[in-house]
Structures are given as structure tokens and as C-alpha cells.
């Protein structure tokens, strides 16, 4: 796809950055960890494999990556197969990445959610979790929302999606509001633009564990595609984690949540947000 053709698909503002802390305290983390932090990837992206994964390789971390089923080349399955082998998490994102059509303009409204019906959009993700098996053998997957937006003909698809049971945990990229419960199927994540540095991303990092909480980070491109953070401040953020591995627990995005799910006693049941101070650089979501 031509970077012309991807920029003017690039939508809509995103709603919103957050900092989601659950009321776990450094005890609540395995290993009396403070805070967990999860590394998240979207839109199956070449510079994914050439320079996230093996600088989380580097880093002895592991990342989720959302993977769209027509993003996907074939000759990077076997890479994809490979990361997922090694334990980096491959979710769903999708085959077609539709949003809605202010997300995309201008966009063909076959590609836009206004398009799809409910059944549609669930039918496409049951086929991406099939693409998904295929590439990894797991036969559970967890979603992340295209451009944040879970909306399929102008209806809220996520409660059909919850009934469904085709995913367990879903990561969103909205704002959380105030003392809002953690949402295991609505899960936000924080996003950094090209102009943040590895301070920026560590002091959102250092939020976390002062809170005692779980900060979800968002990418697409590091050090290359589109909406990218540098190689260089994504290298510091992984240098800082793999510094605090002690106090920090980092893992893919199932596993942390599964560990959420199963320790409700953490926080009387009712996880909830702390959002951040709004001193995050706006950027878009994808
Ligand atoms: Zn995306």
C-alpha cells in the first residue's frame, strides 16, 4: 500500500491516552511486582518484525502484536509463526481494519464499518481467530479494536462480541473516564507520536509503578511505517523495562489479563482507571 494511500486512511484524533491502574498494590503483581506493562503492536507492520521484535528479542521482553488478516504477507508468515513461537502473543485486529468512515477519508465505504452489520463483523474476527490458529496453533486470541471504534453499521457490535465468546479480552484506545471498572473487553491504551522520547514513554512507565497499576502501550510503526515512534526512544523504553524487570512485571496482553481475571481479590473486584494528566501529544489512532 502506497504511504499516500495509508496517511489518508489514517483517521480521526485519538479519543483519548490512558493510564489504567487497578488498585493492585506491589504485593497484588506476580514476583511483589509494582506495576505490569504490556507492549502492544498494531496492524502487522514490517517494521514489527525488522525492528520491534528483535529489539524486544534484545530485551528478553515480549510483545502482543494485533495482526490484520489483509495486512498479512505471505512471506512474513513463517516470521510471524517464529515470534509467536518464542512467546510474543499474535491477536486479532481484524481482516479488513474497517472503521468508520470519518476515520477514513476520504475511504471506498465498502472498506468502512458502516458497511458491515454485527453478524458481518463477528463472522470476520472468527475467521481472523482461523487465520490466527493457522499461523500460531493457539485457539484462543485476543482483539483489539480497529481505530479504537467497535461500531459495525452504526451498532455497537461489543456486547455481541462479549456473547460471542470468540475473545476473551479486548484492548479499546479510549479514555477510561474517572473510577471507571476495569473492562476486560474494553481495555485502553496509551499511544506515543515520533516527536515522544524514551523519557516520555518511562515516565508513563514510572506512573504506573507509582500507582501500582497496569499501563497497556500502543504502537504501529517503530522506526519505520506510519504512526511510528523512533527505534531510538522504543529502545529506551525496553532498555528502562529490562532494567526494572524486578519491580516491573512486562508480558503480552493474555497474560496479563488472564492474571487480572483470576485474582479479582486484588482490588475488592472492581479494578479500576486512574487516568493520566493530560500532558500526552495528541496522535491518531489506526
Ligand atoms: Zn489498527
Not at 502492544?40 to 525488522?50: F, G, K, M, Q
Not at 458502516?114 to 496453533?137: F, H, K, Q, S
Not at 485457539?139 to 476473551?168: E, I, K, M, N, W
Request: with cysteine; net charge neutral.
Amino acid at each position: 500500500m502506497r504511504v499516500a494511500s495509508i496517511l489518508s486512511r489514517i483517521g480521526s484524533v485519538l479519543l483519548g491516552v490512558a493510564l489504567i491502574a487497578t488498585q493492585a498494590q506491589a504485593r497484588q503483581w506476580p514476583g511483589g511486582r509494582q506495576a505490569a506493562v504490556v507492549l502492544t503492536y498494531d496492524d502487522a507492520l514490517s517494521s514489527d518484525l525488522d525492528v520491534a521484535i528483535p529489539a524486544l528479542d534484545a530485551a528478553g521482553l515480549k510483545g502482543t502484536f494485533f495482526l490484520v488478516g489483509n495486512a498479512l504477507k505471505p512471506k512474513q508468515i513463517e516470521r510471524w509463526r517464529a515470534a509467536a513461537a518464542e512467546g510474543h502473543e499474535l491477536g486479532n485486529h481484524t481482516i479488513r481494519h474497517a472503521c468508520p468512515q470519518a476515520n477514513y477519508t476520504p475511504a471506498r465505504k465498502l472498506d468502512t464499518s458502516e458497511a458491515y452489520d454485527v453478524p458481518m463483523m463477528l463472522a470476520e474476527i472468527r475467521t481472523m481467530n482461523t487465520m490466527l490458529t493457522a499461523i500460531d496453533g493457539k485457539l484462543q486470541h485476543s482483539f483489539a479494536t480497529p481505530c479504537g471504534q467497535h461500531l459495525a453499521g452504526g451498532v455497537d457490535y461489543l456486547p455481541a462480541l462479549r456473547a460471542s465468546g470468540l475473545v476473551r479480552y479486548t484492548r479499546s484506545a479510549s479514555w477510561p473516564g474517572d473510577g471507571k471498572a476495569l473492562d476486560p473487553m474494553d481495555v485502553p491504551c496509551r499511544w506515543f507520536d515520533e516527536k515522544s522520547t524514551g523519557a516520555d514513554m518511562i515516565a508513563a512507565v514510572k506512573s504506573a509503578e507509582r500507582s501500582g497499576g497496569l499501563l497497556v502501550l500502543g504502537f504501529h510503526g517503530v522506526g519505520g511505517d506510519y504512526l511510528r515512534v523512533t527505534a531510538k526512544a522504543h529502545a529506551e523504553l525496553l532498555a528502562y523495562l529490562r532494567e526494572h524487570t524486578d519491580t516491573i512485571w512486562v508480558a503480552p496482553f493474555s497474560t496479563v489479563m488472564d492474571y487480572v481475571a483470576s485474582h479479582p481479590e486484588n482490588s475488592g473486584g472492581k479494578p479500576q482507571f486512574v487516568p493520566l494528566k493530560a500532558t500526552n501529544s495528541p496522535t491518531s489512532s489506526r
